[in-house]
Nanobody
Framework: QVQLVESGGGLVQPEGSLRLSCAAS????????MSWYRQAPGKERELVAT????????RYADSVKGRFTISRDNAKNTVYLQMYSLKPEDTAVYYC????????????WGPGTQVTVSS
């Protein structure tokens, strides 16, 4: 059974930090590109960060560059999102995504974890 389980969300003050984790099971984690998305109330889901299968390539949304770092541990089947200098506009539900560029593509989503940045 495929599972992606996010953790680490919560309430944090502006300029604070959080580290999100996403534990994967039920599929070959190392074969999947992993990403973090987020969705704020009333807005569309947006891509925050992506990491390649080996971790050698990472990409970020302009809004989080220099503040967020995505990483993965293929031995632990886990992907992380370290977030620094959090802003109120980072408030959203954060989702973990696994994508394999097969034909057709195979994709899995976690249930999400809430991040709230507020004083």
């Amino acid at each position: 059974q495929v599972q992606l389980v996010e953790s680490g969300g919560g309430l944090v003050q502006p300029e604070g930090s959080l580290r999100l984790s996403c534990a994967a099971s039920g599929f070959t984690f190392r074969a999947y590109t992993m990403s973090w998305y987020r969705q704020a109330p009333g807005k569309e889901r947006e891509l925050v960060a992506t990491i390649s299968t080996t971790g050698g390539d990472t990409r970020y949304a302009d809004s989080v560059k220099g503040r967020f770092t995505i990483s993965r541990d293929n031995a632990k089947n886990t992907v992380y999102l370290q977030m620094y200098s959090l802003k109120p506009e980072d408030t959203a539900v954060y989702y973990c995504n696994a994508l394999r560029r097969s034909v057709p593509p195979t994709q899995f989503w976690g249930p999400g974890t809430q991040v709230t940045v507020s004083s």
